[in-house]
């Protein structure tokens, strides 16, 4: 592996390349932020050893595209410094040839975000790239610090000055107070005094780092190029996208080094049971990917055969899921129950992100546009759906009502998980326990609040069996919906936590 790294290096050079007008760090401009209609988490993808490394990340973020659309970015080094260009929206209104072919470099890391700490702003966009002693540093970040607030009021104390207000800057700033001691001995450091849940890609000019939390919490994975390199990505997906070969997860509590000598790894903290996030099978993963050592397509099936069982008695003249997310939980239970599986809902693949929001009046346009029922197909019969999860409401009760105007005549709905009742801290956008309907509602309340004439929920038993998992020493978070968090955090903070000052507020915690 030596060779790979040098090979790369040799001869290139790179002319000077002005940050995009898009990125505020450059332009000191914020635009007005693209808010998305899917609610989802962040994407992270990195690159060692490969000359076109720009390219292949752009195609790695596209893989990923689905854990977030509100904005992404790519940061290259050819050896001797960083340069990024991100901005918001979807991979592919960020870049194109030109902009990629400016990224010249053998290491990247790209990001694709959706907001758990801070707006969605041109400020919060990922990788977070710095100089600093004379080196450049970039980061990209996938999961939720529990004690960012803390660490933020720390530092600013010490004279810090933020530039953003994503809790993923506190890395950077921990991690420069440290760098005397080397880049190795610093992300030690660093790491030490953060907690909560992060998978993270980082890059120096020379080297790409990858980095889980002791709980592993969000997936990482480390695959290799079949013309030698190396990459990072946070599902498997990414890396049959761009033909690496999956080698390994990166394990809970690693810090994985990547450079010309190979790959190396430190354990910094003691060995402790994992915490997967189960949410990621259930929601957040696509289904092609294998992540926690399970395929996503084949969890989600069992989830489905898994209601079939535990709801024997319910009849319906057809089944069917809104899609995408009710899919292959449908398909499991179709399998598993003789109620013909139907596409009762067809989805408009070609809404983008530059759809206008209608006005009051227009509001049933705005569920019209993603999903419009199939009305010969629902008229005068009684529908059973498969959906993955039940959130706020709002969502599924507008879509509920646009079924009985297609003429459903009873709508019953089966969900392949248990009530959220809890919030999470742990990088998934609903971190107040406001926010969750099921939280001070009961499954009647919420049945009727929705429109359904029933309503059941698999339960945290089947939950853990279709995940293999019957056991009480099992690996998986299930703090949303029994309220056992693995790691203690203070307070609920809210997303905007560090913008808004407003005491009164509920989740603001920067008041002294």
């Known amino acids: 592996m030596k060779s790979r790294g040098n090979r790369f290096r ?39 050893g490969h000359e076109d490394a720009a390219k292949l990340s752009y195609f790695g973020l596209y893989a ?32 194109n040839e030109e902009i990629l072919q400016s990224l010249k470099g053998y290491v990247a890391i790209g990001h694709v975000r959706y907001s758990t700490t801070g707006s969605s702003l041109a400020s919060n966009a990922q990788p977070f790239v710095v100089f600093h002693g004379n080196n450049h540093y970039a980061i990209g970040h996938n999961g939720n610090l529990v004690n960012a607030v803390e660490l933020r009021r720390e530092l600013e104390r010490k004279g810090a000055i933020f530039r953003s207000t994503m809790d993923t800057e506190i890395f950077m700033h921990l991690l420069a107070r440290n760098l005397s001691y080397g880049i190795e001995e610093a992300l030690v450091e660093t790491l030490k005094r953060v907690q909560g849940a992060y998978s993270l890609v980082m890059s120096t000019k020379d080297t790409l780092i990858g980095v889980r939390d002791p709980n ?12 030698g390199g190396y990459v990072l990505a946070s599902e498997t997906c990414a890396l049959d996208l761009v033909e690496a070969t999956y080698i390994r997860d990166v394990e809970p509590g690693e810090i994985l080094i990547i450079d010309e000598d190979g790959l190396r790894s430190i354990f910094p903290f003691p060995k402790k049971p994992p915490s997967y996030c189960i949410f990621e099978f259930i929601y957040f993963a696509r289904p092609d990917s294998n992540i926690f050592n399970q395929n996503v397509y084949m969890f989600r099936k069992r989830l489905g055969t898994l209601l079939a069982k535990e709801n024997p008695s319910v009849h319906a003249d057809l089944l069917m899921p809104f899609p995408d997310s009710g899919n ?22 070609y ?10 009046a227009m509001r049933q346009f705005q569920v019209k546009v993603k999903l419009n029922p199939v009305r010969g197909l629902l008229k005068d019969k009684s529908v059973l759906l498969v959906e993955d999860s039940i959130i706020r409401g709002t969502t599924t009760k507008t879509r509920i009502n646009s079924l009985r105007q297609a003429g459903a005549k009873e709508i019953h709905m089966l969900v392949s998980c248990p009530p959220h009742r809890f919030p999470c801290p742990y990088g998934i956008d609903f971190s107040t326990k406001g926010e969750l309907i099921a939280a001070s509602h009961t499954v009647a309340e919420t049945r009727d609040y929705i429109g359904l004439d029933s309503l059941n929920y698999l339960s945290i038993e089947g939950l853990l069996e279709a995940a293999g998992a019957v056991s009480s020493d099992h690996p998986f ?18 997303k905007h936590c560090f913008e808004d000052r407003d005491p009164m507020r509920p989740g603001c915690n920067l008041r002294a």
């Open 328 to 349: 292959y939980a449908a398909i499991g239970f179709a399998h598993t129950n003789n109620i013909p599986l139907e596409m009762g809902v067809i989805r408009n693949h």
């Open 351 to 360: 809404v983008g992100r530059t759809f206008i929001q209608p006005s009051q």
């Open 477 to 494: 978070c299930l703090a949303c919906f029994n309220g056992d968090y693995p790691v203690q955090f203070v307070d609920e903070v809210g």
């Open 216 to 227: 592993g919490f969000r997936p990482l994975c480390l695959g290799e190029m079949e013309g």
């Open 64 to 95: 990923l595209q689905h854990r977030g659309q509100e904005s992404g970015g790519i940061a290259v080094s050819d050896g001797s410094r960083i340069i990024a260009h991100k901005s918001m929206g979807l991979v592919h209104d960020i870049f």
């Open 10 to 48: 040799k001869d290139r050079t790179v002319t000077e390349n002005k940050l995009p007008e898009c990125d505020d760090f450059a332009t000191g401009r914020i635009l007005t932020p693209y808010i998305p209609t899917k609610k989802e988490e962040c994407g992270i993808f990195g690159v060692f």
